[in-house]
């Protein structure tokens, strides 16, 4: 097994984030919401490198 840098993530760990979500007013009216972030890779789980199984 070797491990390789995390291409998503360029090996920082960190990725950004967004989340796309629709709220609602006072007056039941529907609107949108953008939410962003940075978090840890999905692709590494934050570690930056994967693990090559050959």
Do not use: F, Y
Request: glycine share 14%; with cysteine; net charge negative.
């Amino acid at each position: 097994m070797s491990e390789r840098v995390c291409t998503a993530c360029g090996g920082s760990g960190l990725t950004e984030h967004e989340l796309h979500t629709i709220d609602l007013d006072e007056n039941g009216h529907q609107n949108p919401v953008t939410h962003r972030w940075t978090g840890a890779c999905s692709g590494c789980a934050g570690a930056g490198k994967i693990h090559i199984h050959e």
